[in-house]
């Protein structure tokens, strides 16, 4: 158990100066936990400091097993991913404070369920609008994944992309914003070769659009 084991999610650097990060076992339930670390410390295991414990099975009120990283928002605050647990054990979105050796000020904020997409395997990315969006694997109206939004200013969860075969399915990678302000992003299966889709999505009118399908038999 201990500070935790089995980290699968991407680190991040704080404007406080911290690395933080998530592991999807152990922590003093064993369900996994989140923790800090303080690059510019001495090398010793005591840089290295468990700020949260995911609660025991079922974690119903919380959510268990992180399997990604954690996004710094605007607000100061880190936003991540539980993969199971939650009121319908599909995970839960939650907060928590950037504290760098002393346990965090946690919070949990929605549930996933099937209907609205499930299972995000990247890290939230913020956009210029302040909303904080990524992509959801399973669920949704053709339990395809969709792409979702939260507002951590309402707070609100919103469903913004039913993804679907045609397009693109199942989507595994991370969103990043463009240069245009538009985001990107890829669907592992899907498409018309059956091999997924590089997709882009507007954050000021939702609009999602494949731009790019891929094709196992080489680039075209």
């Known amino acids: 158990a201990g500070k935790g084991s089995t980290p699968r999610g991407k680190l991040m650097m704080h404007t406080n100066g911290y690395i933080y990060g998530t592991t999807q076992l152990g922590g003093t339930n064993s369900q996994g936990c989140i923790f800090s670390y303080n690059p510019t410390g001495a ?12 609660p025991a099975i079922p974690g119903t009120a919380t959510g268990i097993k992180p399997i990604c990283g954690l996004t710094q928002a605007s607000n100061g605050l880190l936003y991540g991913f539980a993969a199971n647990g939650g009121a319908n054990g599909f995970g839960t ?32 990315v913020q956009a210029p609008n302040g909303l904080l969006y990524a992509a959801a694997s399973s669920g949704g109206a053709n339990s395809a994944g969709v792409i979702f939004s939260w507002n951590i200013a309402a707070p609100a969860y919103a469903n913004l992309v039913d993804l679907d075969n045609a397009t693109g399915y199942s989507p595994k990678s991370r969103l990043i914003v463009g240069s245009n302000g538009l985001l990107y992003g890829t669907t592992s299966a899907g498409g018309p070769n059956d091999a997924g889709s590089i997709y882009s999505f507007n954050p000021s009118t939702n609009v999602y659009a494949p731009v790019y399908y891929m094709n196992s038999n080489g680039w075209s």
């Not at 090398?43 to 995911?54: E, L, R």
């Open 43 to 54: 090398t010793t295991p005591t840089t290295n400091f468990k700020i949260y414990s995911f």
């Open 93 to 124: 979105i939650f907060s928590c404070t950037a504290t760098t050796n002393t346990a965090t000020s946690f919070t949990p904020l929605h549930s996933f369920a099937t209907a609205t997409g499930y299972l995000p395997f990247p890290e939230f």
